[in-house]
């Protein structure tokens, strides 16, 4: 028998050159954490943000 598996909610990693999304990532919080390392090193003038994701 395993363990039971415990949801977590997924959090959404959004790239924003001003006011336009360029890039919308949903995974798992661990996941998404590291995306957003990621994506703040390769775009270091632009806005990341990391959210839970809203009705997912």
């Known amino acids: 028998?395993?363990?039971?598996?415990?949801?977590?909610?997924l959090?959404?990693?959004?790239?924003w050159f001003?006011?336009?999304l360029?890039?919308?990532h949903v995974s798992d919080p661990?996941?998404?954490a590291r995306f957003e390392?990621?994506?703040r090193r390769r775009f270091?003038?632009?806005?990341v943000t990391n959210?839970?994701?809203a009705g997912q």
Do not use: F, K, N
């Not at 028998?1 to 909610?9: D, F, I, K, L, N």
């Not at 270091?44 to 806005?47: D, G, H, R, V, Y």
């Open 1 to 9: 028998m395993s363990a039971p598996v415990t949801e977590q909610p």
């Open 11 to 15: 959090h959404r990693v959004c790239v």
């Open 18 to 20: 001003g006011a336009h």
């Open 22 to 24: 360029i890039i919308d």
């Open 30 to 32: 661990a996941y998404a």
């Open 37 to 39: 390392d990621v994506m």
């Open 44 to 47: 270091a003038s632009l806005q």
């Open 51 to 53: 959210e839970e994701a």
